[in-house]
């Protein structure tokens, strides 16, 4: 029998620009107009101001590793355990959930503060990940 697949998340009119971006190998972020404040996860606003004068930029795709949990339970389609769920701190400020890739899923391997860059896994045609690795260099 075949391995279910991992859950796929509902792409909006709001969150279109980073999911086009992550196909195209961008990770986008939003930055209000009015105050500067970039954000994560997209909406139409500013979670800091509420202004809806809003641009997307692409990030610098660099991060550090701000927390995590090592899953071991055989409970979620389309992983397999063991494997990292992460709190990534973007260089632009905002944090995001991912996973990290390219590196043991170990609590000696993933060193809090340790310097990570975004890659890109697809999933399928339609839907392409950031997720996160160890930086290199």
Known sequence: MAEPARARPKITPETQHYWDGAKQGELRLQRCDSCAHAYFPPRPFCPKCGSREVSVFKASGNGTLYSYVINHRPLAAGFTEPYA??????????????????????????????????????????LTLPQFRPAKG
Request: charged content about 30%.
């Open 85 to 126: 769920i992460a709190v990534v701190e973007l260089e632009e400020g905002p944090r995001m959930m991912s996973n990290i890739l390219e590196c043991p899923q170990t609590p000696e391997a993933l060193e809090l503060d340790m310097k990570l860059e975004v890659t890109f896994q697809k999933i399928h045609d339609a």
